[in-house]
């Protein structure tokens, strides 16, 4: 977003619930808590498939951008997300984040590996970073196009 809105965690999966941020005044930007990490038990998940379920039916969504970690394949649970968001055609941007954590050859083939098995075009997929900012003009370029689609 081009600036710091929301909190972040060292622990994965303590986050949650929806977090909803106005963004220029003109839309909204829609934070969900991570799952495939998350310690909970079956009421909280029972919760977050319930609240997932009523934020990807709404009339007015543009898309969905997904974070995932480009140093491992997708998880049982990153396939039933897919599952969701194919099922419910909706436009997806994968950013495949923590690229920091490889070397350059390494970036290139996990990006190719995990677009193979996403099954997703190379225009949705960005590789990113936040520790060095690799592709985050990007991701916001890409954003701001989904975005102007829905306007």
């Given at each position: 977003?081009?600036?710091?809105?929301?909190?972040?965690?060292?622990?994965?999966?303590?986050?949650?619930?929806?977090?909803?941020?106005?963004?220029?005044?003109?839309?909204?930007?829609?934070?969900?808590?991570?799952?495939?990490?998350?310690?909970?038990?079956?009421?909280?998940?029972?919760?977050?498939?319930?609240?997932?379920?009523?934020?990807?039916?709404?009339?007015?969504?543009?898309?969905?951008?997904?974070?995932?970690?480009?140093?491992?394949?997708?998880?049982?649970?990153?396939?039933?997300?897919?599952?969701?968001?194919?099922?419910?055609?909706?436009?997806?941007?994968?950013?495949?984040?923590?690229?920091?954590?490889?070397?350059?050859?390494?970036?290139?083939?996990?990006?190719?590996?995990?677009?193979?098995?996403?099954?997703?075009?190379?225009?949705?997929?960005?590789?990113?970073s936040a520790v060095?900012?690799?592709?985050?003009?990007?991701?916001?370029?890409?954003?701001?196009?989904?975005i102007a689609e829905?306007?």
């Amino acid at each position: 977003m081009g600036r710091r809105i929301a909190k972040t965690s060292g622990t994965p999966g303590k986050t949650r619930a929806l977090n909803v941020f106005l963004i220029d005044g003109s839309y909204y930007f829609l934070d969900l808590p991570g799952y495939g990490y998350a310690r909970i038990g079956k009421a909280h998940r029972a919760a977050f498939r319930g609240l997932l379920k009523h934020t990807l039916s709404r009339e007015r969504l543009r898309g969905v951008v997904w974070l995932l970690d480009i140093r491992h394949p997708p998880s049982v649970d990153d396939r039933a997300m897919q599952d969701v968001l194919v099922e419910r055609e909706i436009h997806v941007l994968a950013a495949l984040t923590k690229s920091d954590k490889l070397s350059a050859a390494q970036r290139r083939s996990r990006e190719r590996e995990r677009r193979d098995e996403l099954g997703l075009p190379e225009d949705q997929i960005v590789v990113t970073s936040a520790v060095t900012g690799e592709g985050i003009a990007d991701l916001r370029e890409a954003i701001a196009g989904l975005i102007a689609e829905g306007a």
